[in-house]
Structure formats: C-alpha cells, structure tokens
C-alpha cells in the first residue's frame, strides 16, 4: 500500500548541494504548529499574488502555483507523517491537528473564485496551451480539474457546503485512522490454548498470571495475530482473537456511515450520480460499470477454483471435528488462514516454520535490496548515526550505480511498537521537481511496516509473506526515488489509483524465483542456503488456495462498490461487510456480533471507489513480468532500465496506459494475470 500524502522539499537538519537536503523529523508539538502556521502564510500570499494577475498566463499563474506545491511539499508530508510513527502522544497529536488545519486550509483555497478565474483563463488560452510541453499542459489540465471538482461552477450556497462536506471528510479520515493505530486487541492464553505455535512465539512473550495461572499476552498486531490464525489449533482460541480484533474500534461504524453520506453529497453536487462514479473519472477504469463487471467477471472464474479449495477445507476440517468428538459445524472466518496453511503443508510439505528459520530480516533486507540495486542499476549506502524519528528506523542513500551522482534518500521503520501506524505502507515524503534555478530536488521515501521483532534465542525472522510484504513495500519507494518529473505532483506513485499497485506488484514474484531466493535465504544458525528441495515446494505451493485467496480481495472490492456507488446513501456499511463478506467469501462469519469494516483503513484513508484497483492492476503486473523479466530474464540490465524509464520514471507525468505500451510494446492483456492465479486464460 502507498500512503496518500503530500510530497516536496522541508525542514533541514543539514545541507549538501551534492546530496540534497537532510529532513528533520526531531519536530516538538510547538515546532509543528509554528510550521502550519508559516505554510499558511505563505501559500496566501502565492494565491493572492497569483489571483491579483491581469494578464493570466502558465508562467504568472500555473508556475507559482506549481512551485509553491513543490516547495511545500515536504514540510507538509513530515509533520503530517508523525502522527502514524512518533513515540511521543503530543508529537502524534499535533501531528493530527496539523493535518487537519493544513486539509481545511486548502479545501478552501481551492474554492477560492479569484485563483480559478486566473488558472481557467489559462486553461481556456488555446495559443498559451499549444505551445507548452505535455507535462506542463497535463499540469493546467489536472488543476483545471481540481478546481471544478472543488465545486467552482456551482452557485455560491453549494460550493460553501462542499466546502463543509470536504473539510468533515477529512477530519473524519484522520479520526479513523488515529482510532485504528492507538486501539489494538489484546488477549491472554494458556500455553494449552496456543497449541500449534512453536516454541519461538513465546520467546520473550510478556505474561500474567490471572487466577493463578500463567498466560501469554497476545495481541492483535500482525506479528501475533497471523501465526495464531494460521498455527493454532485450538478453534475457540482463534475464534477469540479474531473477534477481539473485528470488535474493535466501534466508534469508527458512525465515522464511516457519515463519510459514505458526506461523500454521496458531494459528488451529486458536482453532478455525479454515486461517489464511484466522480472518483473513476480520473481512473484506468473511468466508469463503476466497468469496475463491476471486472469483479463480476473474476469472481465467476475464481468460484470454479474455489469450491474445490473449499471442499478441501471442509474434509479436513470435518476429520478434525470427528477426531475430537465434536459435530462438524461449517467453515468460519477465523478457519480461513489455518486451513489454508494446513492443506499446504499436507499437499506440498511446506510448513511457515521451516521456510521462517530461512529468512532472517538482516539477510532477507540485505538480498532484497541488493536485487533493486541490480534492477534498477542502483547503489545503496546505508547512513550511520541517522537522523531519524526512532532508534530502530534505518535510513540509506540511492546513488546511480554507474557514476557519482545522487539520487535520493529512504528510510525503513520495519518493527511494530505501541501507538504506530500497524499495517505496512510507503509515504512519499519528499518528491523530486526541478528547481526554479533548474537543479534537481531529490526524493525521500519511508517504508513503515511491522515484521516480527529478534526474541532472546532468535534474531527477527520473516515468513515467506512478510519477505513478499517487503518487496511490494520498497517497490513502492524505488518508484518514488526512480521517478524524474519536473513537477512534484506528478512525482512517482502520484499515478492513476489503479495502476499504482502494479509496479510494486510485479515485484513481488522475485520472491517466487528459485534464482533469487537463493542469494539471500540462508539458515540464521548454520548459514546454509535453503534447499533447493524447498524451494520448489515453496513454488508448487504458490497457487494453493487461489480461489479463496482471491475471492476475498473481490470481496473487499464489491464492498467498497457497495457503499460508494449508491444513489441514495441509504446502506449499513457493518451490515453490508459481514452479508457480502460470507457470500463472496463463502466462509460464515459466526454468532458474535463483529465490524470489521471499522478497521478497514483503505475506506478512509484514501482508496474509496479504489479498492478493486490492487487485482484491476494485477492484470498489469503480470503481464509486465511475463512479458518481459521473464522472457529476457529477470536479472536482465535492459529489461530493468527499460522498467526504470519507462515505468517509473515518468511517475503521473503521462497516462499509464501510455507508460504500459511503451514498456511492452503492445496493449496490455489479461492472460498471464489469469495463468498467475491458476486459471487458464480463455
């Protein structure tokens, strides 16, 4: 997942004309305030400046725009970053309101009648528009857009309540977010109750005693909550931290009801029928009929797959209820992941603990980022002693691998800790533009993630997914550092929202590749490289449980289309999650009352009306590295300065259908997305 965030230059802690500036993330409370506050001020005084032109023209209107957008950028992107990562609650909350001021700010600058007269007189100048370059005049295109979809054809009455409903959303987004990262689910259980999970779960485990006995604290961070799903074979046990973990957060159901109304009202403002329909508009898929019919369409050809898997899971499970005496009562949500995980290791001899023992996180960094830098025809410098927000956060230097010259810094905050953001993304911190002088600004990314930590007998060790989560996350940094535009906001994933997962997941299968594999997976005691006997278990099993896997990513998709493309607002977002999720999933949710849908972060957090986009852009991932990594090999220098150039340079410069078809040289098709899945293209 790509954070949605700002992007540009910032606060400095040191400066170096060769290496671009340094951020400082070390901001108190008081230091962020004094920052929204000159941001402020000075975008007033561009606005004003620029509202007050006589003769409208791209040089005394869209540039100062644009360059106070580049400018800004960064500051606004760190202390607005903070909230999901700083230690410190008063950081976290300043943080919060900063968002909240700066959004409110520019909702309503953007409704400001005087600044869209300037921009749309350019926009409307056929002889000022012909003689700009693409990425200039997709600039005056892209802001003549925003400013009509901040509502500056309407009468004044209802672009005031846009405005309203613009400023509420946000505040609404950033109260979700903070309910979801500050409120995990905890759990306590026997050693008996966790039965199934290997002795390295409980290796520094904090414990109570209640009642006289000892108990593990288990949480509902990733780190605990999917070996437990996974491993532990006691169902009540799983079926009890699933729940605590779809109860919590209920004050977010209120938060996501009012977003879905607020957002239908706007969107009929502006004259659309359903909040899909003004979201796609900038969209691969432009229409909600055409997302529908992708899902629906999926969804046929995975049921095929599926009932298979599914009888597969029943038998088994049917075997473990007759085994304790118990009747069979179906298949439940909290069975997913363990049965799934089971038939695995009966079918193909592959068991998550073994492959673990062969994937320490030092290993694993250090392969993965030596796979980018062969790619991408990159080197990487680790910094010493960096100025970062907490100790265990790394930041490194991107330099061209070739010749001397800089090309932008990231940072990676791989382990979970109390009040930080709890799945795994990438916020672009800083984008790269060229300078008024025409000097370059370098890019600044930070992966934020939450791997399993060392314990006392063990150093952090990855599961083969969280070792996939790590090649998706920094592809997403490397399309932010590799991205060259000359504006900001067209800087690397500031693409189209359903293609911006495809870069990111075509990397994902040089986890898959036994070449690569075995560059970086050794045995965290011996040193031996993994079996090539595992190696190809791990491969067979690739596909095994595509059906349901996939299912429930339509799920989420026909769940986002749910809410968002109705025509009167009138749906129960936690009543449509758990109806859809037991009818596309084909898992019953169980008698305890849940609300899944109150953690749900892509709902508010950036990805409405989007969801459907991570299998929409799947399609282009897998014809991506089908098509050309796999055909001229995946450790091609060609192919990668050719995915380089002409996937993630241009960044949102140009359309990514137009990016597509110059990387592939033809229009892209579905057939080695369907074959990825185990179907057969038809």
């Not at 900038?282 to 046929?300: I, S």
């Not at 049965?339 to 009966?346: G, Q, S, V």
């Amino acid at each position: 997942m790509t954070a949605v965030s700002s992007t540009t230059t910032g606060s400095t802690v040191n400066q170096s004309a060769r290496k671009g500036s340094v951020l400082d993330f070390s901001l108190s409370a008081s230091d962020i305030k004094k920052t929204v506050d000159r941001l402020i001020s000075e975008a007033k005084e561009t606005y004003d400046a620029v509202a007050a032109q006589t003769n409208p023209t791209f040089d005394n209107v869209v540039v100062p725009l644009a360059t106070r957008e580049n400018k800004r950028g960064a500051d606004y992107a760190v202390i607005t970053f903070l909230q999901n990562v700083s230690t410190d609650k008063e950081v976290r909350d300043a943080s919060t309101e900063a968002e909240e001021k700066l959004e409110a700010f520019e909702i309503e600058s953007r409704m400001r009648e005087d600044l869209y007269k300037v921009v749309h007189a350019v926009y409307s100048n056929k002889a000022e528009m012909e003689k700009l370059g693409d990425e200039d005049r997709r600039l005056v295109e892209k802001m003549e857009l925003q400013f009509q979809q901040s509502g500056l054809g309407l009468n004044s009455d209802d672009r005031n309540r846009l405005g309203e409903i613009r400023k509420q959303l946000s505040e609404l987004g950033i109260k979700f977010s903070r309910n979801v990262n500050e409120n995990d689910g905890r759990e306590t259980f026997t050693r008996e109750e966790l039965a199934g999970l290997p002795d390295s779960f409980f290796d520094g485990r904090d414990t109570e005693i209640i009642d006289g006995v000892e108990k593990y604290i288990v949480t509902t961070k990733y780190p605990d909550m999917v070996p437990v799903m996974q491993l532990a074979t006691s169902e009540k046990t799983r079926r009890k931290l699933l729940v605590t973990n779809e109860q919590r957060c209920p004050e977010n159901i209120e938060l996501m009801q009012e977003a879905i109304a607020l957002r239908l009202e706007a969107a009929q403002l502006l004259g659309y029928k359903t909040h899909a329909e003004f979201v796609l508009v900038e969209k691969m898929a432009k229409t909600p009929k055409a997302v529908m019919d992708f899902e629906q369409d999926l969804r046929g050809k995975l049921n095929e797959l599926a009932r298979g898997e599914l009888k597969e899971y029943e038998d088994a499970k049917r075997a473990d209820k007759k085994a304790a005496g118990e009747e069979y009562d179906g298949l439940f949500i909290w069975d997913f992941r363990y049965y799934a995980n089971l038939i695995k290791e009966r079918k193909h001899s592959v068991s998550e603990e073994e492959v673990k023992q062969y994937l320490p996180m030092k290993e694993v960094t250090r392969g993965i980022l030596d796979i980018y830098q062969n790619m991408l025809s990159l080197r990487f410098a680790k910094v010493e002693n960096p100025p970062v927000w907490h100790p265990d956060v790394e930041m490194y230097e991107v330099w061209e691998a070739k010749d001397d010259e800089f090309v932008g810094h990231f940072y990676l905050d791989l382990y979970p800790r109390d009040a930080k953001y709890n799945h795994a993304a990438v916020w672009p911190i800083r984008a790269g533009y060229t300078k008024e002088d025409g000097t370059h600004e370098y890019p600044v990314a930070a992966m934020v993630a939450n791997f399993p930590k060392a314990t006392p007998s063990a150093p952090a060790l990855l599961t083969h997914n969280d070792a996939i989560t790590l090649l998706h996350e920094l592809g997403h940094v490397f399309h932010g550092i590799c991205s060259l535009t000359k504006w900001g906001r067209f800087h690397g994933t500031q693409t189209e929202g359903d293609f911006v997962e495809a870069p990111s997941q075509m990397l994902e299968n040089w986890g898959w590749e036994p070449s690569v594999l075995s560059q970086f997976a050794v045995h965290h005691k011996t040193g031996e490289p993994i079996p090539a006997d595992l190696i190809k278990r791990m491969v067979a099993a690739k596909n095994e449980g595509a059906g349901l896997f996939n299912l429930r990513q339509v799920f989420f998709g026909l769940f986002d289309m749910a809410i968002h493309d109705t025509v009167d607002g009138k749906v129960d977002a936690k009543d449509v999650y758990n109806h859809l999720r037991e009818e596309v999933s084909l898992f019953n949710n169980g008698d305890a009352d849940t609300w899944g849908m109150a953690t749900f972060g892509h709902m508010m957090g950036g990805y409405d009306a989007g969801y459907y986009g991570y299998l929409w852009s799947e399609v282009f991932s897998a014809d991506m590295y089908a098509s050309r990594f796999l055909k001229d090999g995946v450790d091609s220098p060609k192919t990668g300065m050719d995915y380089r150039c002409e996937i993630l340079r241009p960044g949102g410069s140009r359309d990514a259908s137009v990016s597509l078809e110059k990387f592939l040289g033809r229009k892209p098709n579905n057939k080695a997305f369907l074959r990825s899945i185990g179907l057969e293209s038809s």
